[in-house]
């Protein structure tokens, strides 16, 4: 090789559009990858250890403010944890409506992530002001769907960051009727709208990127799989939340902040895609068939198609939240009694990137002895490595410097990595010997 | 906001947004304008704003909003850098003001957080302490709130458009409860409410939903945490409960901060 010799180094001081920071180290010897590592240095903030000694009625509060994107992710893993262990049984109306707030979530932090976060790099734009300017009607629709999904926080939580409502053993108050109403109008208004998200994102021209991976995300007989379920993997396995340790381990490398998590010792993916993947035959039909429509076919290898995975979900998330206020009457009320018991407390559920799982260990008093929190981001770390590892290698790398890291970029988002829980910018080097 | 003629790009103001340590929460204020926000863009020149996109880190800018606390030793470096580039710098939310929930680090007993989380403690670069900007810079004004909201960014926005000074509101939440004609959850439910001590801005949403407010906004003017304090004796909390109201989302605002001491030394 002729310039065997020759070493190059790039510095990008900030990854833009993910939500955190974080360094990739890249050294390519005589045409190979010598070195990949994905580091993350977002500075931890310490949760697990301030939420001890905290009441279990403040727990909502406080972990809320992990991740001000995915706050209902957060508090509804809590709150399904400690009613386990307390042994209360949610009000159906309760129930039900936890899982439209979770809607909200899911339309709210999709809808960012592709049209702020990740379109804008299919289009050859910087961000999404630029993609404003060449598809301002695509931009504006994706602007109006996140609104309405903050809307539908705000109807059960007051606000869609950080938001008040959720208390355990239900919420603190229901919606009157008549916001429901105009809810209702509000979402069936969104159908069309997300039915053309899902045309358009499933038309932007992605990599062709075959990838063999596993898929890992929470499965329930009754329907896709948010709130409440099992975890399957792609491998055919069903764990109960409690067996997570038997399965799942978590460990530390000294260059990240994140603590790294495997499936018996594999990386795994986690999110949208998982979820599609292992959940698709539960899709509503009307879905299914804009889907056929479409082309996309699933289970799919290519994590590009973690963009379209996202419209779908809006879709579904859109579907599910009128199913379920269709026939909406206010409860005689909205939460029932608590009594704290001691003990171990574990949920999870699906925050809009993928498996949350909590663990508290509680006192008779109903205060925090540990706590443990294994977000998405850290269990789709050791898979982004991996991805960029075989996306490099197909992608080519003779390609030059600029182009290898805005293609790695790409890669990186198809995860929307939540870099508060884990990380914040992205420095990139590339040596080259 | 509504939009009149863009002002020519020359005379539009160059705005940056800057993340620390934080959740993320309030640059959520901006990005979930809704279409609002290609209004907002198109008024102000946003040159960094690494979330959304734009990356300029070390330009110059009229507005610099400051989301998050410093915990990091680069933390104080960068805000150092920051501030000689900005003409206006603007701290937004608790991590900003008061160094956030993470600073409930800084109250801590003793204890090796950083080994009990990491097999390698080494390779954790993380202060002590988290702190507000203010500890570290000149800030020229602050936004209390966890998060803050549309408005209120919006509110500071337009007034810099209009070349005024931000005003602030450091009423208690009891003002805007009365104002939404609600009612009283200490007073008719015996709830530990915060309202009494707590800045208003944010509506009253706490009590709205018939529960306590937790002091997110930070402490008003002229909060008397000595009275709250009898009063949530008076409604049967423990000791431990009462400080535990102060120690939250901004445990280490002064006012807050010191109604926690006292009560921890009183109960000792």
Known sequence: MTESLRSVSIHVPVLARVEGEGALDLRIDNGEIAELRLRIFEPPRFFEKFLEGHLYSEIPDMVARICGICPVAYQATAAQALEKLFGVELDPWARDMRRVFYCGEWIQSHSLHIHLLAAPDFFGCSNAIELARIAPEEVRRGLRIQALGNELMDLFGARSVHPVGVRIGGFHAAPALSRIKEMRDKLRAALPEAEALVRWAARIPVPQDDQGFVSVAMRHPDGYAIEQGRIGVSDGARIEAEAFDDHFAEHHEPFSTALFCTYHKRPYLVGPLARLNLNHAQLPEAIKALLAETGLELPSRNLFHSLAARAVEILLALHEALRLLENYRPPDSPWVPVTPRAGVAIGCTEAPRGLLWHRYEMDDDGRVVSARIVPPTSQNQGRIEEDLRLSLLNFGLDQPDDALRLHCEKVIRNYDPCISCATHFLRMRVART | ?268
């Open chain 2, 1 to 268: 906001m509504n939009a009149s003629a863009s002002p020519p790009a020359a005379a539009k103001p160059r705005v940056a947004v800057h993340k620390f340590s934080s959740c993320d929460g309030c640059q959520l204020a901006f990005l979930n304008l809704g279409e609002d926000l290609l209004t907002l863009a198109d008024r102000v020149d946003l040159v960094h704003f690494a979330e959304a996109g734009p990356l300029d880190p070390d330009t110059e800018v009229d507005v610099a909003f400051i989301e998050g606390s410093v915990y990091t030793p680069e933390d104080m470096e960068r805000i150092q850098r920051i501030r000689r580039h900005s003409r206006l710098l603007i701290a937004i939310g608790a991590c900003a003001v008061s160094g956030g929930i993470q600073a409930l680090r800084n109250s801590a007993d003793g204890g090796d957080w950083v080994a009990q989380i990491y097999a390698h403690p080494e390779a954790i670069d993380s202060l002590e302490h988290s702190t507000p900007i203010a500890q570290h810079v000149k800030v020229d004004f602050e936004l209390w709130g966890c998060p803050v909201n549309g408005p209120q960014m919006l509110a500071v926005v337009n007034s810099l458009l209009l070349g005024v000074t931000p005003s602030d509101n450091a009423d208690k939440v009891c003002t805007e409860c009365k104002r939404r004609s609600l009612t009283c959850v200490m007073v008719s439910r015996g709830v530990a409410c915060m309202g009494p001590v707590t800045r208003a801005a944010c509506g009253a949403l706490c009590p709205s939903l018939g529960r306590d407010c937790y002091g997110c906004y930070g402490p008003a003017a002229q909060a008397n945490t000595d009275a709250l304090a009898a009063r949530f004796t008076h409604l049967g909390l423990d000791p431990r409960a009462i400080v535990q109201r102060f120690r939250s989302i901004n445990s280490q605002a002064p006012v807050f901060l010191a109604a926690a001491d006292k009560l921890r030394k009183h109960n000792d």
